[in-house]
């Protein structure tokens, strides 16, 4: 294409274009154009990018995290608006803010204090110890490495440095605590009847217009979410070479040269008299004792007493000479093979001379090889020699299945014919990926609605999900998101529209009851009651927890001011429609009633409060003094 452009433009037509060219170098300098621009970023946060596949697999994580923790509740498509989306992208700036700043004055997280979390982490623990294999091991089993881990936690400890630090700053005096003590604490006093929104349903037709209206007017809160379904070809070592096997010769052979693995050695307790040269005995007077006193033992005197007399091995001579059980390599030479050479318990050897000087060595008992014969130990065999052949051969194929891929990435069937391999399918899935199977992985999904992927319809990159499992995916069914039809959804704006009328025809005559008792009509909310056979209900000093009531309306009985001495009237919502409420008497609390546990935890929420605050002044200076960028279209 470009040598075809270069024989087009020639003569006049190629100053022209020249000049065109020109200008933007003029005026903007080579510089402009020299400028990395970032591929993959969704924001440019000062000097630091935060990727595509970042945010796509954190705000994937918190989605995840949100359906936990509200269970049915959890609404997948409102969570994944664009306007979430957006929001949880914020907190990340603010997290990158947090940590640029912390690195400008100077803060940084310690490999030791790396090292103490690490420790006390249990699923990295063996008998409640740190174990490097644990730890990497669990690591392995979610996808990451101890490097990457370790990165992640530093970058998630410098974040909270600084709201730490403003926490801990926070001063908080006994007069505020003792002010919130009593707002805590407060107690209030009221009467009500209640307006049920329950009866009015019966009064109120919803007609198909209504529900229209509704539908159009509220389109986005039935969307259905984008999905796909998949084709892929999954290569894992656990289901190469299921029908291989070993003969029976090599299998032993194998047994024999890794013995040591399955059986301990021999093991011998012995007892030894040692007599040491030097300045007081030479060797020759100490090789002539060691004779004589072979000699007595084998008169019939006591090893034991000897040792205990004459030894020069002033630790084992307290205990009769005895130097507990010994295994091969356990000892010097001489000695060991002096011990190794007596041939039933209770044998003596003759005097043996080794560096330490000559010894009289005593066999006590003999313990024969133990472990795993080759009938127990031959399964184990034959497992770790599939393991290794399995793994040899995965990364022969998963080469072979790079290469393929890159070859045409047009369809799986290739590869699948190619490895040998079937082509496997998913149910449909969202960005919020599955909770089993190849889709319960963030990568796969990154990856299921990339543009390469899903746009381009290409087969992926191979992608590893797993210690020697790799997979390659193909869109093969694709719904964008979009307007769930009216009919599906009828029946729930219907129920949805009738509440709201009968809450709100609740509403209307909770206040129509206001104004007649305002006007005097009733001599007070009991005559009201009485007349209108409502039941009257006494609120006597409820606190703020009384939720018995419904949390929503024991919030809006709080936020009403003081009565003082005389009691004022208000509309207020319940759970099931709505209450009139005389609201009677404010009882504040008593500071001087708390405990010191109490005191402490309302201090703290007070430095808590105080630190938020400051922490959001900070993030607003930060970014008021940090360019950022977001690029719109990638969220």
Known sequence: MLQAIRERVTGIVAIFVL???????????????????????????????????????????????????????????????????????????????????????????????????????????????????????????????????????????????????????????????????????????????????????????IGQEDIAEYYQGHLDSFTSEERVRLGYVSLQADELLEDATLGEEELRQRYEAARQRYLTPEARRASHILLAAGDERSAEEARALADALRERVREGESFADLAAEYSDDFVSAEDGGALGWIEPDDMVEPFEDALYALEEPGAISEPVETRFGWHLIRLEEIRPPQGMSFEEARPEILQEYLERQRDELFIEMSERMVDLVYADDTSLEPLAEALGLEIRETDWLTRAGHEQGVASHMEVVEAAFSDLVLLDGAVSDPIDIDRNHMVAIKVIEHEPAEPRPLEEVSDSIRERLLAERASQAAKAQAETLLERLSAGEFEGLEAL????????????AVGRNAFEHGPQFIQALFRLPDPGEAPTLHVLEKQDGYALVRLEAVQPGNPAEASDSERDLVRRQIQFGRATYERTGLLDWLRDNTEISVIEDRL
Do not use: C, W
């Open 19 to 205: 000049g065109l060219l020109a200008v933007p170098f003029l005026f903007f300098g080579l510089e402009s154009y020299m400028q990395a621009v970032p591929q993959d970023a969704v924001a440019v946060v000062g000097d630091e990018e935060i990727s595509t596949s970042e945010f796509q697999t954190s705000f994937a994580r918190y989605r995840a995290q949100l359906r936990q923790r509200l269970g049915d509740q959890y609404n997948d498509v409102a969570a994944n608006q664009p306007a979430a989306r957006r929001e949880h992208l914020e907190s990340m700036i603010d997290q990158l803010l947090l940590r640029q700043h912390a690195r400008d004055l100077g803060m940084r997280i310690s490999d030791r204090a790396i090292a103490d979390i690490l420790a006390d982490i249990e699923a990295f623990q063996i008998d409640g110890q740190f174990n490097a294999d644990a730890y990497r091991q669990a690591l392995g089993a979610i996808g990451e490495t101890p490097r990457s881990f370790e990165l992640d936690l530093r970058d998630d400890l410098l974040t909270q440095l600084l709201p730490m630090a403003l926490t801990d700053t926070a001063i908080v005096t006994e007069t505020e605590v003792d002010r919130l003590i009593s707002l805590q604490q407060q107690k209030r006093s009221a009467t009500l009847v209640e307006v049920s929104a329950e009866p009015f349903r019966s009064e109120i037709e």
């Open 529 to 540: 009651a009485e007349a209108e056979s409502l039941e009257l209900i006494e609120l006597d």
